[in-house]
């Protein structure tokens, strides 16, 4: 199912928590919400849901003005951040719930429901847990049963509130895997809150972000990361050098050979992956030296800086892969010439 948003403002007293929000979400798509803390997932979520009201603006699920319309008769399913299974149900009568409270005329049989849980459960790969209760499940697994239950009823949308915001950070990335074949082989148009940009970029196909109730960018995680449309973006998606004409970094600019007279803009911002290092011989005059740097797996960070080994000056993040920074053979106090391969500019 598509899903419309026209023009979607909320305020909460005087405070605005969504101010005229657009967007349009084609069905079968895979969406993550994604902004800092309080900028209004949430409450978005919750108005396509009709578990909140917008003061203004409306929402369409399939060109169909659903604005009026009771969260009951939306066909959406959700799972939220602290799993709310039912603790004296097992597994699988939690799952089985949105069936057996259907109107009895709508009602699948008993048979039915039994082989349309069981299918639901193997889906989720927890098939094998169906006579246990909730307490007797990992957070993972509650999750996935969560998962599970919300499909029972084959929502034709599936929003879900950081549904793994309460897990460790392992079981997380697996559960952002689940989800993204899940979603495969689904097709359910699916939204999902996060304030965890790696998730974002890692499940979703497109990106929403929003700041202050308002969205600043919607693309495709490559997108959104190589084309950010905006400072706030720039900063928030991955990291970034950011360089300020007004200040004093024209000098590192050029330094690393980049030429201000194209200057689209006050500040550069350049991700790390965008500097390339060169070593340079200790009797060369240059400004710039390795300070230190860290293992991030695959790649190597290096902290770069202009006044020596424990200067307190600006430090520029610069990233290579693994192999490439063993053959520089570098060590801390290394002299190095910089070269900025792209900038973005922002006002
Ligand atoms: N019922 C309410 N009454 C008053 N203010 C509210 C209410 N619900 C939300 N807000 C405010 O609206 C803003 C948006 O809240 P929302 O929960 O949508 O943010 P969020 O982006 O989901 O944040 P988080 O990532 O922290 O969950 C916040 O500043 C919040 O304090």
Redesign the pocket.
Known sequence: MSILLSNISKN?GQ?S?LDHVNLEIPEGELVALL?P???????LLRIIAGLERADEGRVLLNGEDVTDEHVRNRGIGFVFQHYALFRHMTVFDNVAFGLRVKPRKLRPSEDQIKEKVHALLNLVQLDWLNHRFPDQLSGGQRQRIALARALAVEPSVLLLDEPFGALDASVRKDLRLWLRHLHHELNVTTIF?T?DQEEAMEVASQIVVLNHGKIEQKGSPSEIYDHPSNDFVSRFIGQTNVFHLEKDDGVWLKSAGMSLDDARGITAHVRPHNIAVVKQSDSVSSPVFLKDWQHLGATIRLELGRDGLNGSGKIIYAEMPNEQFKQLELAKGDKVALFIKHAHWFN
């Open positions: 909460f405070f928590a902004g803390s309080g900028c209004g997932k949430t409450t809150v304030h």
